[in-house]
Each structure stands twice: as structure tokens, then as C-alpha cells.
């Protein structure tokens, strides 16, 4: 399943929708709202998504790779840095640490990163 931000499962679960699900879907995005809530942790991404190895740069941090992507994380004049970047096309996003799961999966969206989450959290 893609890793959705809040509003777009929101939106994916509720429009549409008769009244006979209706409570059931509401009572989902309640779940998945607490899910994206968590306070995020780089080591989320090897737990949560498929594909990503984590590989320990000592010069720059911790980095995490999905073929010919990358995520870094570093401290740069006392800020925890969070890079995307395209290794192919040396695209790179520089961004601020994110506060929540929700915040991460934003942030890799707009870098053009599809994450996929791993099969056990698509009933959440």
C-alpha cells in the first residue's frame, strides 16, 4: 500500500462513501491519524517501508537507500538536517527534521519519493 499523508487517506476513505461504511471509515482514519501522529525517528523508515537498507555514514550521519534513492540524516550548526535526493539525477531537497511520520511522508512526496508501506501496516 502507498504511504498516504492524513488528508489523503481522509479523503480516500470518506468520499463517496455510503452510510453503511461510513462509521467503520471514520473509526479507520481515527487509526491511521494515530499512526502518522507518531513523533517521527529515522529508524522508522527500515521499520515501516519496503525496500529502504540503512547504510551508517560516519562523516555525514545515517543513511537510508531505495535503489537509485537516498535519505540522509546529519546535524548541520546544531539542526538535525534531513536530505531526499536522486542519486541518478542529483536532485537534492534539504529539509528541516520531521516532527511526525505524517511530516515524513509529506516531505518524501514532494521530493518525488514513493514510499511503500511494508504488507503488516496495511490494516492499521
Sequence with gaps: MKALTFIEFY????K????????????????YFDFVSQ?????MIIELFEG???DNLEKFGVGYF?????ITFCKEEGEQMCRHYFIKSIITYELFMPTTLNDFISDCQRAG??????????NI
Design 11 to 14: 479523503k480516500e476513505n470518506i
Design 16 to 31: 463517496n462513501v455510503g452510510p453503511a461504511e461510513l462509521e467503520d471509515n471514520i473509526l479507520a482514519c481515527d487509526k
Design 52 to 54: 529502504f537498507e540503512i
Design 113 to 122: 519519493i514513493d514510499l511503500e508501506l511494508k504488507e503488516k501496516f496495511f
Design 66 to 70: 531505495y535503489g537509485l534513492t537516498g
Design 39 to 43: 513523533t517521527f525517528k529515522p529508524e
